[in-house]
């Protein structure tokens, strides 16, 4: 709900979600969601409003596990709440079932990739491993915050009912025993979880293409 020109950032990230056809989203909140679910209710601009309510934190796996148990799909698209990655949709899905991917990650290089962790793919878009953050500022492939996920397999390979991270706990585990594809693009990014790109989504969003 953090306001972007005095719109809440989640506006921006529903309304490209309908520009590529997307007609659901399940949203997963906690901590004061009664703001979002007060706001949005059942639709935005078209598209169902669905909310999975965590009663405590648990973590992005954990969080994502209990939205997916509202979804009769099986092959889902989970975004961060906090970052906005300008993925072609299409493009990315092709991409996963041309590659015969059981998990697909947006992939994004940044010139500074200091805050982030690092991601190294093979020549077949294979990831082959997930580096911790250096602080070192040097370029380098990271995790926008895109996936395509089977929710069979994923409900099949994780914890139920705890708090756990998909980077650490899943993705990372699970890369000797899944096909893990990365999916590289170099369209807009931005990580509004620090001041600095706080303040600059301000001006990037006023000229935002997704209305």
Do not use: W
Not at 109 to 117: F, H, I, K, L
Not at 169 to 196: A, M, R, S, V, W
């Amino acid at each position: 709900m953090a306001p972007i020109n005095n719109i809440p950032f989640l506006n921006y990230q529903l309304n490209y979600l309908k520009y590529f056809g997307i007609q659901k989203v399940i949203l997963s909140v906690g901590y004061l969601h009664e703001k979002i679910t007060n706001y949005y209710k059942n639709n935005f601009n078209g598209i169902e409003i669905k909310y999975s309510i965590e009663d405590e934190p648990m973590g992005t796996g954990g969080g994502i596990r209990l939205a997916m148990q509202h979804s009769n799909n099986n092959e889902l698209l989970v975004l961060n709440g906090d970052s906005f990655f300008d993925v072609d949709i299409k493009s990315f899905y092709n991409f996963h079932i041309q590659q015969n991917a059981q998990i697909s990650l947006a992939l994004r290089n940044v010139n500074d990739a200091a805050r982030y962790g690092t991601i190294s793919i093979n020549k077949q878009q294979q990831i082959i491993s997930f580096k911790e953050k250096s602080g070192a500022a040097k370029e380098g492939l990271i995790n926008g915050g895109v996936y395509l996920l089977n929710k069979n397999l994923f409900l099949n390979n994780t914890p139920s009912v705890i708090n756990f991270s998909i980077e650490k706990d899943f993705f990372e585990t699970q890369l000797q025993h899944l096909t893990i594809k990365g999916f590289e693009c170099n369209h807009y990014f931005i990580d509004i979880g620090i001041p600095q790109d706080y303040q600059k989504a301000q001006h990037d969003f006023k000229d935002f293409k997704y209305r």
